[in-house]
């Protein structure tokens, strides 16, 4: 069975550099590397937002907020997709969820998710 698991959240200063990582395993993950996958986050209180997608092809996805920001891309041979997090700001702490889709292409849609990962925790201080 596939798994997702997160790392790489911690505490920064606001205007700081974080880079996410979501290791898939399991004996299908290469598989999981040609559907959707996207980063979301969620603080206590609020729903979960999506961050950002990367579809089958490698196009990119962000919410307005991160643009400029952001980068998330991933690496086949280690089934593993990333989210570099520049200019970081208060707003951004969150807990930092990564998931995989149904599809090649990406919705911003919580149905469209297959599996979630556990999430990792990033705090921004200003």
């Known amino acids: 069975q596939v798994q997702l698991v997160e790392s790489g959240g911690e505490s920064v200063q606001a205007g700081g550099s974080l880079r996410l990582s979501c290791q898939i395993s399991?004996?299908?993950?290469?598989?999981?590397?040609?559907?959707?996958l996207s980063w979301h986050r969620q603080v206590p209180g609020k729903q979960r937002e999506g961050v950002a997608t990367?579809?089958?092809?490698?196009?990119?996805d962000y919410v307005d907020s991160v643009k400029g920001r952001f980068t998330i891309s991933k690496d086949y041979a280690k089934t593993t997709t990333y989210l570099q997090m520049n200019s970081l700001k208060p707003e951004d702490t969150a807990m930092y969820y990564c998931?995989?889709?149904?599809?090649?292409?990406?919705?911003?849609?919580?149905?469209?998710?297959?599996?979630w990962g556990k999430g990792t925790q990033v705090t921004v201080s200003s």
């Open positions: 990367i579809d089958a092809d490698g196009r990119t």
């Open positions: 998931a995989v889709g149904w599809d090649r292409v990406c919705a911003w849609t919580v149905d469209s998710i297959n599996r």
């Open positions: 399991g004996r299908t993950a290469h598989t999981y590397l040609g559907y959707c």
